[in-house]
T-cell receptor
Framework: DAKTTQPNSMESNEEEPVHLPCNHS???????IHWYRQLPSQGPEYVIH???SNVNNRMASLAIAEDRKSSTLILHRATLRDAAVYYC????????????FGGGTRLMVKP | GAGVSQSPRYKVAKRGQDVALRCDPI?????LFWYQQALGQGPEFLTY????????KSGLPSDRFFAERPEGSVSTLKIQRTQQEDSAVYLC??????????????FGQGTRLTVV
């Protein structure tokens, strides 16, 4: 699987937007971009995924660069419950089925 | 239950003891995955089932690790002769798409194994 690069940690203030970046310069045409998050003492939780176009759901938005070499997960209004490790994952539609997690970004939200 | 259920939540094993970890996936989910997560690290893939067939076991770290899903629903991860390096959280996930591709994976809360 192609690799992703994320900052180790980020801080945000409560009720402010958060932009979590992910670089994936070796992405292939069949790779989907997935985001999962893991709250303390919980299993990972699906957030959003996309291929080329920007995507929105009730949890977040995913902005994908035109060349697909980077993407940004956007939390529109951070809450204390959004404090978690966020993982950006590339998943090849033509290859194995597993999710390959990297180190992720630990998001801290300050009240 | 509505989600993926794992048991036990916590397990303490003496070095050399065998352990069995159980995963109840969401009913009807075809794909089932096991992951191992060391403290402070991201989850690492262990093995994948499509129904009862184990299609990928490339992530199992040694022949002491064995997983099964005999009826295509509940799965068990067995670790024989546990070692201290086996201490980790073991996560199970399931998804509905038969290839598990690009569909949401649902994770359980994990089993924290401590080998003493």
């Amino acid at each position: 699987d192609a690799k992703t690069t994320q900052p180790n940690s980020m801080e945000s203030n409560e009720e402010e937007p958060v932009h979590l970046p992910c670089n994936h310069s070796t992405i292939s045409g069949t790779d989907y971009i997935h985001w999962y998050r893991q709250l303390p003492s919980q299993g990972p939780e699906y957030v959003i995924h996309g291929l080329t176009s920007n995507v929105n759901n009730r949890m977040a938005s995913l902005a994908i660069a035109e060349d697909r070499k980077s993407s940004t997960l956007i939390l529109h209004r951070a809450t204390l419950r959004d404090a978690a490790v966020y993982y950006c994952i590339l998943r090849d539609n033509n290859a194995g089925n597993m999710l390959t997690f990297g180190g992720g970004t630990r998001l801290m939200v300050k009240p | 239950g509505a989600g993926v259920s794992q048991s036990p939540r916590y397990k303490v094993a003496k070095r050399g003891q065998d352990v069995a970890l159980r995963c109840d996936p969401i009913s009807g989910h075809v794909s089932l995955f096991w992951y191992q997560q060391a403290l402070g690290q991201g989850p690492e893939f262990l093995t994948y089932f499509q129904n009862e067939a184990q299609l990928d076991k490339s992530g199992l770290p040694s022949d002491r690790f064995f997983a099964e899903r005999p009826e295509g629903s509940v799965s068990t991860l067995k670790i024989q002769r546990t070692q201290q390096e086996d201490s980790a959280v073991y996560l199970c996930a399931s998804s509905s798409n038969f290839r598990g591709m690009n569909t949401e994976a649902f994770f359980g809360q994990g089993t924290r194994l401590t080998v003493v």
